[in-house]
Structures are given as C-alpha cells and as structure tokens.
C-alpha cells in the first residue's frame, strides 16, 4: 500500500476537528483531538483512515471509537485535571490517552490480553506515564482503586452495573452506553449528595460489554463493525 503522507493525515485530521465542532463545545477536548495521534492506535493498514469520523477495527471482534463518541464522552465527564479516571474497555488504548492528557491519573481495563499488551507498549511508547492498563477477569472494574471522580465505559451492557456506582465517588460521574446489542443511549450518571441523576446524550452504537454487568458471551448475531 502506498505510503500515506503527514499532509493527508494533517488535511483529514482538519477536516474531523471541524466536524468536531459542530457538536464539543469544550477547548481542552478539541485540543487533545488534535494532539493525540490517533493513527498510532490503528495497524499500518488504517492509518490512511485514521482521522476518518468513524469506528476502525482493532482485532478481536473489537473497535476503536468513532472520534466523536470519544469527544463526547471526555466532554461528558468535564475534567478538571486531578481526578482519577477508570476507562472499561481500553481496546487500542486511544481513549486512554485521551483522558491521561486531561486528568492526573487513568486506570483502564480490557478482557482481551494481547488488546492489553498492545495498548500498553503504545501508551508507553507515547510517553503516558499517567495510565494503567490492567487485564481483567471476572470483576467489573477495577475495584482495588474505587472511587474513581470519572469512569467512562467504551463497551455496550443491558443496564448500568450497580458495580461500576459502587466504585463512583461522590461527585463522581459515570459514562455508560446502555441498552440492546444493535443501538444503545449514551448516559451520563452523575453522583452527589442528594443522589444519582441521569441525563441522556444520545444514541450510541458500541461492542458489547462482557461478562458481570454486561452479556455473558459475545453474541453470535452481533455485527461486525
Ligand atoms: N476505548 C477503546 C475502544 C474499545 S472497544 C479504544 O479507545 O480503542 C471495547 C473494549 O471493551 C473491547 O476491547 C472489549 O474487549 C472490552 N471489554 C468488553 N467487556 C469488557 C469488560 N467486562 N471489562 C473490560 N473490558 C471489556
């Protein structure tokens, strides 16, 4: 394949950042969409489309995020830069750096270890000190850390796992595509002091979440993206 030169990146990453603005509001979200080299987290045979506003596969049955799911969601939880963040889903570890260059701390779990491996050497490579990536078994989350300010879910379950709350701290928000296998509503939780209240962002289509709190295997009639 012919090799995809800076410019046509630079021109497509414009191209996505205006498209972006249409519906980020936030400054800090625009900037690290600009910054943070999305091709780095797609295999060679991608890049071209790195910048393209969709979901690319990653292996495994798995995606990485169309870009304006993950400017939402980074928006959603209105960083202010100290919190501790948990990511569900690390996948290729883009969303990852995304929060790690707004937020102190980003602890991020995947299921599927060579995604975990993969996304660890890049981070590491991109110089993101500030991230964990942990595999996970059975437990949702990544309890040993609770409570986390921001907890963002980049996978689909049937409801919000009372889990992932018990691991929300008080004035902790929480991200969550939820609903069926094929669409689901985006959801931002957030936690205080007179309790939980639920505001709606939007339809949302993701990979399933698996195992506790999520579906027990990966559905046979789920598409491939
Ligand atoms: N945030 C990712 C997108 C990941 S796709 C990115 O930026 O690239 C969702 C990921 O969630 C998949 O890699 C899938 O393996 C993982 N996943 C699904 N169920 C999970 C669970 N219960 N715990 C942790 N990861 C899970």
Not at 121 to 138: P, R, S, W
Not at 176 to 192: C, K, M, R, T, Y
Request: net charge negative; charged share 20%; glycine share 8%.
């Amino acid at each position: 394949m012919a090799k995809v030169t800076y410019s046509l990146l630079e021109k497509a990453k414009a191209q996505l950042l205006a498209e972006l603005r249409h519906d980020i509001r936030d400054e800090r979200v625009l900037a690290v969409m600009a910054s943070v080299p999305r091709e780095k987290f797609v295999s060679d045979d991608l890049r071209a489309f790195a910048y393209d506003n969709r979901p690319l596969p990653i292996g495994h049955g798995q995606t990485i995020s169309q870009p304006l799911i993950v400017a939402m969601m980074t928006e959603a939880l209105a960083l202010k830069g100290n919190e501790k963040v948990l990511e569900l889903g690390t996948g290729s570890g883009y969303q990852a750096a995304i929060l790690a260059e707004l937020t102190a701390r980003v602890v991020t779990v995947e299921r599927i270890a060579p995604l975990a491996e993969g996304a660890a050497a890049v981070l590491a490579e991109l110089g993101y000190h500030n991230v964990q990536v942990h595999l996970t078994d059975d437990t949702l989350g990544w309890p040993e850390e609770a409570p986390y300010e921001g907890i963002l879910v980049t996978a689909a379950g049937p409801d919000v796992p009372p889990a992932l709350i018990e691991q929300l701290a008080p004035q902790g928000r929480l991200v969550i595509p939820v609903g069926a296998h094929d669409v689901q509503e985006l959801l931002l939780i957030s936690n205080s002091a007179s309790g939980l209240t639920t505001k709606r962002l939007g339809p949302c289509r993701f990979v399933p979440l698996v195992g506790a709190g999520g579906w027990p295997t990966v559905d046979s009639g789920f598409p491939e993206l």
